[in-house]
């Protein structure tokens, strides 16, 4: 069984970073796709950005060039460094991974497994 385990959210302001962990044991993954989502109240979940096996990376067009996603793979850990946060960045941000390659899922967000999520919440 796979299981992800999210932490770094906070509230910060308007111009600040944050860093979200997620950790990812379980003997049965193999690493295929690994990605973020986030959900704002009243609005549905939506791919912020990915990452696959070779380091290929995708981004939501809202966050481009603000945040950063990454993988360190001997720990089995993914990232999301969250520059220049917005308050429209006010959201749930969830860790997903799937087992293949990210062209296989819906918009290249995986979708296989969840975290339980952080909460990211940012003042103006």
């Known amino acids: 069984q796979v299981q992800l385990v999210e932490s770094g959210g906070g509230s910060v302001q308007s111009g600040g970073s944050l860093r979200l962990s997620c950790v990812v044991s379980g003997s049965t993954y193999s690493g295929g796709c690994m990605g973020w989502f986030s959900q704002a109240p009243g609005k549905e979940r939506a791919g912020v950005a990915a990452i696959d096996r070779s380091g290929n990376t995708r981004y939501a067009d809202s966050v481009k060039g603000r945040f950063t996603i990454s993988q360190d793979n001997a720990k089995n850990t993914l990232y999301l460094q969250m520059n220049s946060l917005k308050p429209e960045d006010t959201a749930m941000y969830y860790c997903?991974?799937?087992?293949?390659?990210?062209?296989?899922?819906?918009?290249?967000?995986?979708?296989?497994?969840w975290g339980q999520g952080t909460q990211v919440t940012v003042s103006s």
């Open positions: 997903t991974i799937g087992h293949l390659h990210c062209s296989y899922y819906s918009g290249g967000y995986p979708s296989q497994y």
